[in-house]
């Protein structure tokens, strides 16, 4: 039962994506099949089949032929806490609209729960999950105003299950704390939830694919539904290709302003460029952006912030 659904479940997900891809916005289900499909879901087996639904959401209006016209986005059954997306992503069933109630941040925890579950069992890239020790899920508060994105994990991550631990996480972790933040109190996470394998290298990272990320962006997507952040911040040139589909350099990139599902995004120097190149200017630049996140959140900047790294 559990591959069988599956099965249907990555096939609805295509589906959905090819329909979305011709700019098709609405599909018809007549009621008998509504009924049908909201009455076929099988009982949760583990942890992965407890996350998603497949019950498409109540008809928006009828049609000439007497089917229910609906959006290719199912909304969330009552008795589930995630549905799915027309992008493939696990939405949690909390309110995203930033002009409704915003749910507790114990219905985020529990959203988010469950999109670590689903994640946690993906094997939907065998070559990573033969190769990996953990899966990298993401870190933090779920309720965070800020979030930062990098691109996938290192060999510290894929060994300790966190993101941004090694030297650049240490860094990132100054950073966050010079912006008047704690670690515990953003969010982190990376486009890539596994470590990109190296067959033949026993040290070294390599970049992940445009497919790999592709195909596990859905979980970096239900991240940011449930947290709502009120800006991002895409750490390198792959987190901004992963996130935008940018590839125009993070030099150009960085220090300007994008958006992402209509939240802000911030492209800066990832942590281990700086460590590469220890310039205080190149400080000074990610700084620089650092300040223009903090303002866009309406925090306090104060003089000794203004004035890290000037005269580098």
């Known amino acids: 039962m559990a591959a069988d659904y599956q099965q249907l479940l990555d096939a609805t997900i295509q589906y959905l994506e090819n329909l979305k891809a011709k700019g098709?916005?609405?599909?018809?289900?007549?009621?008998?099949?509504?009924?049908?499909?909201?009455s076929s879901r099988p009982q949760p087996i583990g942890r992965a089949e407890a996350v998603l639904s497949l019950a498409p959401a109540s008809p928006t209006h009828a049609s000439a032929s007497g089917e229910s016209t609906m959006a290719a986005r199912p909304a969330t059954p009552a008795n589930s806490q995630t549905s799915l997306t027309a992008h493939g992503s696990f939405e949690p069933a909390v309110p995203v609209s930033r002009a409704s109630a915003s749910p507790s941040r114990e219905a985020k925890q529990a959203a988010m729960a469950q999109v670590q579950a689903r994640a946690s069992v993906c094997r939907k890239c065998p070559h990573l999950a033969a190769s990996r020790k953990n899966v990298v899920f993401g870190v933090g508060a779920v309720d965070s105003p800020l979030m930062f994105v990098g691109e996938a994990p290192g060999a510290d991550e894929d060994e300790q299950g966190e993101p941004f631990v090694g030297r650049a996480g240490q860094l990132l972790t100054k950073i966050i704390q010079a912006m008047g933040f704690r670690r515990d109190t953003v969010y982190i996470a990376n486009i890539l939830k596994c470590r990109p394998d190296?067959?033949?290298?026993?040290?070294?990272?390599?970049?992940?694919?445009?497919e790999e990320m592709k195909t596990c962006l859905p979980y970096l997507l239900a991240q940011v539904e449930v947290i709502q952040p009120v800006v991002i911040v895409a750490l390198g040139a792959t987190a901004v290709e992963g996130l935008l589909g940018l590839s125009g350099g993070i030099t150009k990139l960085r220090g300007q302003w994008q958006e992402f599902r209509g939240v802000p995004v911030m492209p800066t120097y990832h942590p281990a460029f700086l460590l590469r190149n220890e310039a205080l200017r190149e400080k000074r630049k990610v700084w620089e952006d650092m300040l223009q996140v903090l303002e866009k959140l309406g925090q306090p900047i104060s003089d000794r912030q203004r004035n890290y790294?000037?005269?580098?």
């Open 24 to 38: 098709i916005r609405f599909v018809s289900v007549s009621p008998a099949r509504l009924a049908a499909l909201s």
């Open 198 to 210: 190296t067959p033949g290298q026993r040290t070294g990272n390599r970049k992940p694919t445009a």
């Open 309 to 312: 790294f000037l005269g580098g």
